[in-house]
């Protein structure tokens, strides 16, 4: 007889499961190569990519920059905020 697999219940913990986001927000004191070449510099992502994150940022006052687990985003938005950005880790999704 073939005996079922019994796996353990993953515990939910705030850090491990789920999507979350880096937002930044725009201000008046950081130029747009420096939100640019920061944004680089955390995320690892194109120029062309940090380009249109700060144009929504300027534009709209806020923009989503990375999506990642909860420790990965808390990393990316420390690198960033170390110039003045203002940023916000959340969930990407409300449940």
Same mark, same amino acid.
């Given at each position: 007889?073939?005996? =079922?697999?019994?796996? =353990?219940? #993953? *515990? &939910? /913990? /705030?850090? /491990? #499961? @789920?999507?979350?986001?880096? %937002?930044?927000?725009?201000?008046?004191?950081?130029?747009?190569?420096?939100?640019?070449?920061?944004?680089?510099?955390? $995320?690892?992502?194109? #120029?062309? &990519? !940090? /380009?249109? *994150?700060?144009? &929504?940022?300027? $534009?709209? @006052?806020? !923009? =989503?920059?990375?999506?990642?687990?909860?420790? *990965?985003?808390?990393?990316? !938005?420390?690198? %960033?905020?170390?110039? @003045?950005?203002? $940023?916000?880790?959340?969930? &990407?999704?409300?449940?």
């Amino acid at each position: 007889m073939i005996q =079922p697999v019994i796996q =353990p219940e #993953l *515990e &939910e /913990s /705030s850090t /491990s #499961l @789920g999507r979350w986001m880096v %937002v930044i927000y725009n201000n008046d004191t950081n130029s747009v190569d420096q939100v640019i070449r920061i944004l680089m510099k955390a $995320t690892g992502c194109s #120029l062309d &990519e !940090a /380009s249109i *994150e700060t144009w &929504e940022a300027h $534009t709209y @006052g806020k !923009a =989503p920059v990375h999506f990642a687990s909860r420790t *990965e985003c808390d990393r990316v !938005a420390a690198i %960033v905020s170390s110039i @003045g950005v203002r $940023t916000e880790v959340s969930r &990407e999704w409300e449940d």
